[in-house]
């Protein structure tokens, strides 16, 4: 069954060891940030510095996998059909919106989004690590300097993972402006199970 997360808002499950997950951009250039605890101990969490270590990359995509504060695989990228994401920036805040884009006013935000679906985990906003920006185009120049892209994915583009260990997921319709090309769009994931 393919759930719909609507225009900037999120969802959290559980997964199973050995289920897949398939996100998907369904109507093109909408980011997904997503983060993973393990469902038996949610101190284990995902982390970017140990995923960027030992996939020796920042460009994580197909074959590579996601890895825990405690060295340990999370999911592995099966498939990836758009083939850019991102695993730098944190999910966007209320204080994105006001120092970045001086934005005083509310603003709906992915952390925000993921922390109130993970509250009935017990999960509490401070616990909510990094996310894997799925979809999301950020560029590095020469300088080092980061800027955000339009993404490049199409509709119909997701990215199939699978789980290495029972997890916690919570995934968003990401909510800032300059990641989704300025448009607000949803986000669609299915659980394939062996069950």
Known sequence: MINTIAKQTGA??????????????????????????????????????????FEETILITKGHHLWSNRSRKMMEILEDTNGRNDFLLAPCSP??????????????????????????????PDDVPTAFNIFMNVQFAPDGTLSVDPPQSKAGDYVLLEAKMDLIVALTACSAEQSNNYTFKPIQYEIISER
Not at 22 to 42: C, R
Request: hydrophobic share 30%; with cysteine; glycine share 4%.
């Open 12 to 53: 959290a499950f559980k997964l199973r060891k050995g289920d897949r997950l398939k996100v998907i951009d369904p109507q093109g250039e909408q980011v997904s940030d997503m983060v993973l605890f393990n469902a038996d101990d949610t101190r284990e969490k995902l982390s970017s510095g140990k995923t960027l270590d």
């Open 95 to 124: 204080e994105t919106f006001q120092i970045m884009y001086n934005n005083p006013d509310y603003h709906p935000s992915c952390f925000e989004n993921l922390y109130t679906n993970l509250s009935k985990f017990d999960i509490a």
